[in-house]
């Protein structure tokens, strides 16, 4: 009877100890899985920012390109008017040197005549004679004169449209790589959802895994507190039943014969040593000039030859200058990319060969001395006005405004 609850009990600490074994060495791949997944999202998370700062990076050249093809417009507007009179009077000359061919042709070569026939000496035949040449050699003059102004006011409109014409080009490829740049970050946003809603269930598995481990720990604890408890029970009533032997019995042997049940005794408690050894394992341009000259010309590339027109873009420059948004010098203000025609124009470049008017200078120096124009003392931009729809101060031809 004794050798058979030994033997019972030897089964039961066995099975405790496979159990522990078995629980210890279950799989971790819902944790392998959660870091991949985690991995996943921190890769997605940074290439969605990336993406993010490359289409802001887009936003702001789209927008310096959208001021830059503004601008070609209203100097495109402001040429055509130049173009204009610029015909009108070479129209104008050609049709007094008509006139005059006709008069000529009319009343004959007697008129002529009459006038150098009428001359009371000789230097006065000469001066006459002088002064018929140079009337005719003057319309010749004035007309090819007006001509080349015509020109090469027609050549700067035809080189402004072809960087008009550029520019919207590139205004159209950025445009173009916005839209592929959005549908890419709605993509990588659609993937880095996906990845997390998998990352929260795969989170929710694994929690409900180790919920279940920890059940049928505590149910195999449970049971090897169980089987502990009737092998307790069992040599208590193993040492009663040796006693009364002993009691009954005149023979020693029976006595070593309860020796031998404690050494089984002593295999019991190993084994459950090993089960609880078990269960913690289960745990711009070349000209160089001063500031002066630089100023004046541009002015009087910019505004209509009068003061006030000339000293409201003179003061928006000089706003420029002394702000922290733009260059703080006035030639680095002045050939900002994109911030003044004439000066891709080649009109600038004209104006300083040529030298500025007084009145350009007089102005650009009162400007560097402090003048400002109170209307636009708060201005930082200006448009040709009849070739915009902002508003704003008009002085001239010249639309003012504070921001962009």
């Not at 078990?278 to 002066?292: R, V, W």
């Not at 009087?300 to 002394?322: F, K």
């Not at 009162?366 to 400002?372: E, L, Q, T, Y």
């Amino acid at each position: 009877m004794a050798f058979y609850k030994k033997s019972k009990l030897h089964t039961g600490t066995a099975l405790i100890c496979s159990l522990a074994i078995v629980f210890s060495a279950l799989p971790v791949y819902a944790t392998d899985t959660i870091d991949n997944l985690q991995n996943q999202t921190s890769a997605l998370e940074n290439e969605l920012k990336g993406i993010n700062q490359d289409i802001l990076t887009l936003s702001e050249k789209i927008s310096d390109t959208e001021m830059q093809v503004e601008i070609l417009n209203s100097d495109i507007d402001k040429t055509q008017d130049d173009l204009e009179k610029a015909q009108k009077n070479e129209d104008q000359q050609y049709e007094n040197m008509k006139s005059r061919i006709k008069y000529m042709y009319e009343h004959g070569s007697a008129t002529m005549l009459e006038m150098l026939f009428s001359a009371e000496n000789m230097s006065d035949f000469l001066n006459k004679a002088d002064f018929i040449e140079n009337l005719s050699n003057y319309d010749r003059k004035a007309l090819n004169n007006l001509k080349d102004v015509h020109q090469q006011i027609a050549d700067q409109k035809a080189d402004l449209e072809a960087q008009q014409d550029s520019m919207k080009d590139l205004q159209n490829q950025l445009q173009t790589q916005q839209t592929q740049l959005q549908a890419k970050a709605a993509a990588t946003s659609t993937n880095l959802n996906e990845v997390n809603a998998k990352l929260q269930k795969a989170k929710e598995e694994e929690a409900a895994r180790q919920a279940e481990e920890a059940r049928k720990q505590a149910e195999a604890a449970a049971k090897a507190e169980a089987a502990a408890k009737a092998e307790a029970a069992a040599k208590a009533e193993a040492s009663a039943s040796t006693n009364n032997t002993n009691t009954s019995s005149s023979s020693g042997n029976s006595g070593n014969s309860g020796n031998s049940g404690n050494s089984g005794n002593s295999g019991s408690s190993s084994s459950g040593s090993s089960s609880s050894s078990g269960g913690s394992n289960s745990s711009g341009s070349a000209i160089a000039t001063d500031d002066l000259t630089l100023l004046a010309a541009i002015l009087q590339c910019e505004a209509h030859y009068d003061y006030d027109s000339m000293l409201a873009v003179a003061t928006v420059i000089m706003n420029r200058v002394y702000s922290s948004r733009f260059p703080n010098s006035i030639h680095d203000v002045i050939y900002a990319k994109g911030q003044f025609a004439p000066v891709w124009t080649g009109s600038l470049d004209r104006v300083l060969k040529q030298g500025p008017r007084s009145l350009s200078i007089q102005v650009a120096q009162d400007a560097i001395n402090g003048a400002r124009l109170a209307a636009v003392a708060d201005c930082y931009y200006f448009l040709y006005a009849p070739s915009t729809s902002r508003t704003g101060v008009v002085i001239g031809d010249n639309v003012f405004f504070t921001s962009w």
